[in-house]
């Protein structure tokens, strides 16, 4: 299938690792002109080296340094991408991490850490990248969230409140900013990441190998698909929301998640 993506201009937040990383590629593949931004310079110069080494054309990739809790820096990111490329029609909204704490364990610095990061990593480079996203005939924003949304876990009350509000968020969005942009999520479940190579090194039996025991975790989390997802699936997800070939969708929440969903 053909996205209609090429030459058109996509912005990843997050896009030196993980569902970032996989959806810069996926993007690259289908034609897109790429503006990917992180935290880390070393981050982003390693996820170009990789992409590289697997044959992906990069001459349409620009890597940005970028905070986007940083107003300045994700000013910064705008005034790259107007340089680069003149344009913005893709905004993937990606950036930010989960909080493992109970209530009781989380202080209010906790809260207010978790809160400001889940929103304004949504909202300053939404607010940046609007009057751009606004000229595309095809302006489309992906913001990257999670069950946790509408399934919250008690061991993640911080970060499951959090995601919560920014669903919300996404569907004021979609209704504010239709026609001219189209504002959609996908809600995360497992997907097998750095994290779960450390917690296997730290929590496997002697000799179990890493696929049975994220195997074994993917039973005990009841994952109808029976394991956790890969970062190539939710890109997927993410490139199709962004394409124009989904031009009818708007304010959807498509939920990643391997089924694990107790929601009709």
């Avoid at 931004?37 to 992409?51: F, T, Y």
């Avoid at 044959?55 to 905070?67: K, M, R, W």
């Avoid at 949504?122 to 489309?140: C, M, Y």
């Avoid at 090194?201 to 190998?209: D, L, V």
Wanted: proline fraction near 4%; charge should be neutral; include cysteine.
């Amino acid at each position: 299938m053909d996205l209609k993506l090429k030459d058109r201009v996509a912005v990843v937040t997050g896009g030196s690792s993980g569902i970032g990383l996989a959806t810069v590629r996926l993007l690259l593949a289908e034609g897109a002109k790429v503006v990917s931004c992180a935290r880390k310079p070393e981050g982003l110069q390693q996820a170009a080296r990789q992409l590289a080494s697997e044959g992906v054309a990069i001459d349409n990739l620009v890597s940005q340094p970028c905070d986007v809790l940083d107003q300045g820096a994700v000013d910064a990111l705008v005034a790259r991408t107007r340089e680069a490329f003149g344009k913005a029609d893709i905004l993937i909204n990606n950036a930010g991490q989960a909080r493992l704490s109970t209530f009781a364990s989380t202080s209010d610095e906790d809260w207010e850490a978790e809160l400001r990061l889940k929103f304004f990593s949504v909202i300053r480079p939404t607010r940046a990248f609007l009057p751009l996203l606004k000229e595309s005939d095809a302006g489309a924003i992906v913001i990257v969230n999670s069950l946790l949304a509408r399934q919250p876990e008690p061991h993640m009350v911080c970060t499951s409140a959090a995601r919560a509000g920014v669903q919300n968020l996404a569907k004021s969005l979609s209704v504010e900013f239709a026609p001219e942009v189209r504002v959609n999520a996908i809600l995360l479940g497992t997907v097998n990441s750095g994290q779960w190579a450390r917690r296997y090194a730290e929590r496997a039996a002697p000799g179990q190998s890493m696929e049975d025991w994220l195997a074994e975790q993917a039973r005990n989390r009841h994952i109808p698909l029976a394991r956790f997802g890969e970062a190539e699936e939710p890109a997927a997800a993410i490139t199709f929301l962004a394409s124009p070939m989904a031009s009818f969708i708007t304010g959807a929440a498509l939920e990643v998640a391997g089924g694990v969903s107790r929601f009709a």
